[in-house]
């Protein structure tokens, strides 16, 4: 019988191996274009970086002493001495500081596991305790999380409702993407990836005529080469683009309001905006030209089309990681709903066809297994972006979704899943915060960038050593995760930690209700085959599906439109905005006052771009996308990922035009730098980016020297401010740098070497 592991990259076939050889993972064998990140997850180069058993920072083990994150060996301890410790510190600080002073910091990206969800066991765990600091959204979609509900609908909602590529393939005839399509992003989604369809898709909307556009700052990041055209515009500048298009739009014969009438609000204080009645500036083509760098003629041209075809509109989430990041996401959606094919089958508009496989899926929307976290009984949260102001500025205001609030005084953090030393912008901002904790604890599998800088690191288990079930909504698949392997080391499940701690702390029987994993497991998937049965789909009994590996759902799939019976009857199926429309003016936003992010969609100029004084100082606007070979930082030590780095360190995009400027040629190491930090990569000329742009992904392991940071991490440079005071949503888009060519000797990356780890026996 075949066994299964789902991971967030794709679902895996799980074998032994032949005459002795290690277990061997393969593509699930009907995926149409499997994902080969996932297949080095028991690779040595992998293993060697698993964290072995507990361990504690010397000089906190010592004298509790703050200083040397990061910097000092860790001691090996036993898994008793170290949970006393760990619940001895939790409990003091409860009784000294109160539940307000804990952060509970986690990320999603752990296991796409259900019951075995670093983030629901952390949470629940602080939960049945009495409450902690948690964070809300995300760094991928801060500002775009906070906006759409008050325009059309949760950014949740949407990611799950785009209009699926079968229905693309045969109606759209014209697909406009802002920021590509890019497949590297499409293969993965949250809690499991299942078949991968983007690239697919893409192709039969080719092959069935569709043009498709691709417009932004790099040209080889929609599909195969699948654009017809690459219309290349200045980074952060998409806003005054879509802007120009609306009023190209607005003042087209075949304009007609009849959409906008019955299905929005708010057009009319828009309209004065658009054509410069309220502030003397008519957002034109010509206007738009000198903030983008594209021809007028451009976009009056493409303008003209939108209303002749059936048109797609797309919006990739990078331009909303950036300075206003709400404006191009709302721009979006009021252009749409100006063309007026909103609901129609191929028309519309997408806010992330290609950020995860899930988007355009036909498969059925269905609730997946979920493990119950429990209530929160502490007030005081932070957007998640924000994390070094909360460290560094205790007590201070912020403003965030209407609402003003303040910034709790953090004396520990229990992080389980994820890795801020990846996902924060300016790194070494956030290493001066990360300082100020009394106490920092770490649970993860292996020896990353954050366990390094914790003073507590508590071993955890990965997908293949445990039982869970993999579902990711409209993935179409339920998977029986079977342990394939045994733990590494003294690894141990993230609930049998918090279980342990649990015990000490006088909470167990809350945080187990008496179950054990097999007994969750068996709850939560009954709990979604009832739900599920409610919407006419039977799943088979709990035994059934542990023994057969995989449900395929595939055969309920659907062609779908987003918001068609919103179109259909606007009354009988309002959106969930006050007004029940898609709001072009936003009353509730506009009743914020807030001078950045007023009550229709503006061009805001962003704090630093190539528009900018200061890009006569740092004359390269500075992308950080997601990587090829990686999700996030994940498993960035393996063969493949590591194999795509030049000179051992993450690569550096930039235009030959730029390159020759600088004297760097093609393999060169590279300094990028600007005020907040210096790094150091390896550069690719290529022409698929434009002039004045350097692409370096995210995601390379933080590996900080004396002076600068040596394997290539952007967030060393990136901008660590709000996107604007509605959101305080993550800006790493809107940043400016320099290059150039590293002379001499190169330091050695290093942060693919295991920590120093001492016996017991040389502390106190």
């Known amino acids: 019988m075949t066994r299964y592991s789902a991971a967030h990259w794709g679902v895996y076939e799980v074998s032994p191996g032949e005459d002795g050889a290690p277990l061997r993972l393969s593509p699930l064998r009907n995926d149409p274009d499997p994902n080969p990140i996932g297949l080095d997850q028991l690779h040595d180069d992998v293993a060697r970086l698993r964290i072995a058993r507990p361990a504690v920072r010397k000089g906190w083990l010592e004298n509790r002493a703050r200083t040397g994150r990061g910097e000092e060996p860790f001691v090996d301890l036993p898994w008793d001495e170290a949970l006393d410790i760990v619940a001895a510190e939790i409990a003091r600080v409860r009784r000294d500081y109160g539940h307000h002073a804990i952060f509970g910091g986690s990320y999603g990206w752990a296991s796409a596991g259900r019951f075995h969800h670093a983030q629901s066991q952390l949470h629940r765990f602080y939960n049945m305790l009495g409450g902690y600091v948690r964070s809300v959204d995300s760094y991928s ?94 980074p952060n500048t998409d806003t005054a683009m879509m802007l120009a298009l609306a009023w190209v739009v607005l003042h087209d014969p075949l304009f007609d309001r009849r959409f906008l009438d019955s299905h929005t609000v708010g057009f009319d204080r828009f309209r004065g905006y658009l054509t410069g009645e309220a502030d003397g500036i008519a957002k034109t083509p010509d206007w738009a030209q000198a903030i983008t760098g594209v021809p007028a003629a451009r976009i009056a041209a493409l303008g003209r089309d939108l209303l002749r075809h059936r048109t797609m509109l797309n919006c990739a989430w990078a331009l909303q990681r950036a300075a206003h990041g709400e404006q191009p996401f709302w721009a979006l959606v009021t252009l749409a709903a100006m063309v007026g094919q909103i609901g129609l089958p191929g028309g519309g508009y997408g806010l992330g066809y290609g950020a995860m496989n899930v988007m355009g899926s036909a498969h059925p929307r269905v609730p997946g297994p979920v493990f119950p976290q429990g209530n929160n009984r502490v007030s005081a949260f932070i957007p998640c ?65 954050v366990a390094r800088q914790a003073d507590i690191v508590l071993p955890a288990t990965i997908a293949l050593e445990r039982d869970d079930i993999g579902f990711a909504t409209r993935e179409g698949l339920f998977v029986a995760m079977r342990q394939a392997v045994p733990p590494s080391g003294e690894a141990r499940d993230d609930h049998a930690i918090f279980v342990a701690l ?91 006052d807030l001078a950045d992010c007023p009550g229709h969609p503006v061009w805001l100029e962003p704090y630093e771009w190539l528009g900018h004084e200061k890009a006569a100082r740092y004359p390269l606007h500075l992308l950080s996308d997601q990587p090829e070979r990686r999700l996030h930082s994940q498993l960035d030590a393996s063969p493949y990922s590591r194999a795509g780095k030049v000179a051992g360190r993450e690569p550096v995009y930039l235009h030959p035009a730029d390159a020759a400027i600088r004297g760097i040629s093609d393999g060169d190491v590279v300094e990028l730098f600007n005020d907040r930090g210096r790094c150091l990569a390896g550069a690719i000329l290529s022409d698929a980016i434009m002039p004045g742009v350097a692409r370096l992904a995210t995601g390379a392991w933080f590996d900080p020297g004396p002076e600068l940071e040596r394997h290539g991490n952007p967030n060393v440079l990136t901008l660590d401010r709000g996107a604007s005071d509605l959101s305080q949503g993550c800006v790493a888009q809107t940043c400016l740098v320099d290059a150039r060519r590293f002379e001499g000797e190169p330091p050695r990356v290093t942060i693919f070497d295991p920590p120093q780890i001492l016996p017991r026996s040389v502390t106190p």
């Open 385 to 449: 972006a924000r994390i070094a102001d909360m460290l560094l500025h205790p007590g201070e205001r912020f403003t965030y979704n209407g609402g003003v609030h303040a910034y709790p005084d953090i004396r520990l953090v229990h992080w389980a899943g994820g890795n801020p030393f990846h996902h924060h912008q300016d790194l070494n901002r956030l290493q001066r915060g990360w300082a100020r904790p009394d106490t920092i604890i770490v649970q993860e599998p292996y020896w990353t960038p």
């Open 141 to 234: 979609l801060g500002a775009g999380r906070v906006l759409m509900p008050h325009v059309a609908t949760s950014m949740d909602d949407s990611n799950l409702s785009h209009t699926s590529w079968d229905v693309l393939e045969s109606h759209c005839q014209l697909f406009v993407s802002f920021g590509g399509v890019p497949l590297k992003n499409t293969r993965v989604s949250s809690s499991g990836a299942g078949r991968h369809r983007a690239r697919a898709g893409l192709r039969r909307l080719r092959q069935a005529g569709a043009r498709i556009v691709n417009i932004g700052p790099v040209g080889d990041n929609l599909g195969d080469g699948d654009a017809d055209e690459w219309i290349a515009i200045r």
């Open 502 to 592: 649990g015990q000490r702390l006088g909470i167990e029987q809350h945080f187990t209700e008496g179950l054990d994993t097999v007994d969750w497991l068996r709850r939560i998937y009954a709990e979604s085959a009832e739900k599920i049965a409610a919407t006419g789909l039977n799943l088979p009994d709990f035994d059934h599906f542990w023994e057969e590996g995989i449900i395929d759902l595939s055969a309920h799939d659907r062609p779908h439109v987003m918001h068609a019976d919103f179109r259909r009857d606007p009354v009988a199926h309002p959106l969930p905005t006050p007004s029940g429309k898609i709001e072009i003016f936003s009353e509730r936003i506009a009743g914020f």
